[in-house]
């Protein structure tokens, strides 16, 4: 009898972990369809309404530059790192003043930018791999003060696509972009 006891205690235990592991992998799939979605969203908000979209990223720089000077003030974070990220979202700052219109590689804000990422990305991952923080730390400070900003930007690369060659940045003709032969 005590046998049966054991097969249905087992069988019982199988159970509950096909069931926790299927309500995992489900709930994976949600997330990502829901962050498909978002992102799908934001693009099509860059598209269809650049200037707000502008002004998104414009305050998201604002309150991640306000973060970092909380924790310049308050926490007993490295003060060199978090000049290094005040430096960077400087540089995605001055990115603003020509968007959406970013030309590419002959802008030197640009590279700046990308520089700045780079090397704030690669100081924070040596923080945190010297210091104990736990995972669920690192992606949080990560998302929020490290790729907020250049993930928004990345999402509005495609806004340059509806820009025709010779339109000026008011969007009336300024001709030189066009075929015609005349």
């Known amino acids: 009898c005590s046998s049966w006891r054991g097969t249905i205690v087992l069988a019982g235990e199988m159970i509950w972990s096909t069931l926790i592991y ?3 992998y489900v709930f994976i799939i949600w997330l990502s369809l829901a962050v498909t979605i978002g992102i799908f969203y934001c693009a099509d908000l860059a598209e ?11 305050y998201s720089i604002i309150g991640v530059l306000v ?21 960077s979202h400087g540089c995605y700052f001055q990115l603003l003043k020509d968007y959406p219109r970013i030309q ?9 930018s ?3 990422l780079v090397i704030d990305n690669a100081c924070w991952l040596w923080y945190f ?3 104990y923080f736990t995972m669920m730390e690192i992606l949080c400070f ?20 509806n820009v025709l060659p010779g339109l000026g940045t008011n969007g009336h003709g300024g001709g030189g972009g066009g075929s015609r032969g005349g």
């Open 22 to 24: 299927t309500s995992l």
């Open 48 to 58: 269809e309404h650049p200037t707000i979209f502008g002004k998104i990223i414009k």
């Open 67 to 87: 973060i970092h000077l909380i924790l310049f003030l308050e926490w007993e974070l490295p003060k060199l790192y978090i000049i290094i990220g005040i430096v």
């Open 104 to 112: 590419g590689l002959t802008n030197p804000w640009l590279i700046a």
């Open 114 to 116: 990308l520089v700045a």
């Open 129 to 131: 791999y010297t210091h």
């Open 142 to 161: 990560g998302q929020l003060l490290l790729w907020l900003v250049p993930f928004l930007y990345m999402i509005s690369l495609s806004v340059n696509d």
